[in-house]
């Protein structure tokens, strides 16, 4: 219960909402509240909280107030799911009275029940809230700007340890700059999926959760040919396209295999300024994209550029120009103007001061962020990541044979995280 309450300035708008209660809210109070209290006030259909550490005031809305209610008869702590059944709240509910205290706000309802809020949890949880103290975690970077290698990796013994710190640096890596490097990690299949699963359960597709890719054509993949692919993001194939992909080298090569990694991000900024009207319209014309192999036909119809829909800050960047299934989703009046834009993002991508190139050793893993997970608010980069690998011509005449390549072209490990998996921590989600 709360230590002290003191009965603030209320008023009641008579008639909005015939037969409302309010006959407590006509009772105006004035006293000096202590230190930490906020001061409220009846604003008709909503309650207005001034908080002396608050930099505004936050209005909630009293049905919202009522379905937020965190007691234990509306809320059940050992799942965390809600019980009150939101249906039985009135459009025009009002309460009966509204008490503060340096803890918080308890409100009475015309039913008897009360409900107690404190502070923090109405200001973390309200739209206003979350969008004043909304810090921006991500850091864009082009090539000059690449992170320096101690700010994004972390030693394998560094992730395992119990204080967590090691698994802290690399999630906050992979949301700063949309990648983390894990080192030191023995270059096998089991020691790689244990590093991994320090962060998330893996997530299973038709590719299974781990798989040995190299230069053959197990799968009908340009990803596993010789070719020379330029940077895209994977899975667009897929109505959720990985979140996070991690690569582990096994096998290094002598003379190319390098990595390119580029900012999408970055990428979407740089394009948004240049060519707004590109940008608008490739974050609103869906595309489709497949994958088709033996017995199996995957297609998604999505947008370029895909956004948090309560902020518009962008998520997502699903770029893969290989994947792309017929264009039968633009109409002839629009078609023009696709390539244009399609061709503009291309050459802002291929922009050389744009990509980053790197070369992984045996024991290093790398994870890269295709997306973030919208439901933490905060965000990340989106690199891409592919194979540098000199023209067909440039191979030894041994290795132009697409089945024994893999001396020359890296073979990779590659893993996938469960989209919605969560870490130990049930409230803490992946990025
Ligand atoms: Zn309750």
Redesign the pocket.
Known sequence: MLSSSILKVYRCVRGRYPGAPCNQLQSRTFSTPPLGTAEVLDAGTRLELSHPRWPHTLALTYPWLRDH???P???NYKTFQRI?DVYKIPLNIRPASVKTSKDGVVIEWPDG???QYDYKFLWQNSFEGKRTSFKEQRVLWTAAKFPKEPLTTVPLSELTKPDKEGLKKLISSIMKYGFGFISEVPADVESTRAAVEQICPLKKTFYGEAWAMEANMEYADTAYSKERLGAHTDTTYFSQACRIQVFHCFLAADQGGENLLVDGFSVAKQFRDRHPEGYKFLSETAIPSEYIDEGRHHLSLDTIFKHNPATGRIKQFRYNIYDRAPLSSIPLEHMQEFYLHLRNLTSIIRNPKNEYWIKLEPGWIVGVAAAVNPSTGTGCCVPFLQKRVPPQEQLPEALQDTHRGEAFLLPFLRFSYHSEGKSQDPHAQCP
């Open positions: 209610c965190r007691c008869k509306c809320y009150h029940h009360k409900s």
